[in-house]
């Protein structure tokens, strides 16, 4: 079964910081990861997608990269915003069944 | 468009009671998910649908059961609810497997 690692769980930085959140996972044989934002109360909203044959994407201010061969991607968050204040969750597509294996996220919070 | 819509938002249910949460997507996607979020274990596969007629079992799928008459909707069904099946449930559907979009969820408390 595949175990999706988020570390730290909470992360609290000054805003305009740029930062970094992780997400390790444990068989690298995947089809895609995709990370999410949700806010308190709300549901999961898609940030970014990458299928397995790609390094990174990039929307705006954030950058996900992807490395297969170590179980890694990482959220790279620009200029960091009070509004960015949310849980950042990955999920990783396994190749084998049908599901997606989440981590338990990273609660961010920006402060002005 | 709507999207991905949940009802009820939330529901306060005795035990041994049955209850179904309705999910519906007008994206026309092939599959479509339930999970339930709890804190400390994140999101849970429940049981999904990778088309129409076709269901299966998630990660934690017992005292739970789907059905898929259509592409659209897609409920579950708690048939005799337990207090450890209070949660937050998310219904999530996806083109045929690659990115997947959520609902917003229903806040299940089961005494």
């Known amino acids: 079964k595949q175990e999706v690692t988020q570390i730290p769980a909470a992360l609290s930085v000054p805003e305009g910081e740029n930062l970094v959140l992780n997400c390790s996972f444990t068989d690298s044989a995947i089809y895609n990861l995709q990370w999410f934002r949700q806010d308190p109360g709300k549901g999961l909203t898609s940030l970014l997608l990458i299928q397995s044959s790609q390094r990174e994407q990039t929307s705006g201010r954030l950058n996900a990269s992807l490395d297969k061969s170590s179980g890694r991607s990482t959220l790279y968050i620009a200029a960091s915003q009070p509004g960015d204040s949310a849980t950042y969750l990955c999920a990783v597509d396994p190749l084998i069944d049908n599901q997606f294996y989440f981590g338990t996220g990273t609660s961010l919070t920006v402060i002005p | 468009t709507a999207g991905i819509t949940q009802a009820p938002t939330s529901q306060i249910l005795a035990a041994g009671r049955s209850m179904t949460l309705r999910c519906t997507q007008d994206m026309r996607h092939n599959a479509m998910y339930w999970y339930r979020q709890d804190l400390g274990l994140g999101l849970r596969l429940i049981h999904y649908s990778n088309t129409a007629g076709t269901t299966g079992k998630g990660e934690v799928p017992d005292g739970y059961s789907v059905s898929r008459a259509n592409t659209d909707d897609f409920p579950l069904t708690l048939a005799s609810a337990v207090p450890s099946q209070t949660s937050v449930y998310f219904c999530?559907?996806?083109?045929?497997?690659?990115?997947?979009?959520f609902g917003p969820g229903t806040r299940l408390t089961v005494l």
């Open positions: 999530a559907s996806s083109p045929g497997g690659n990115e997947q979009f």
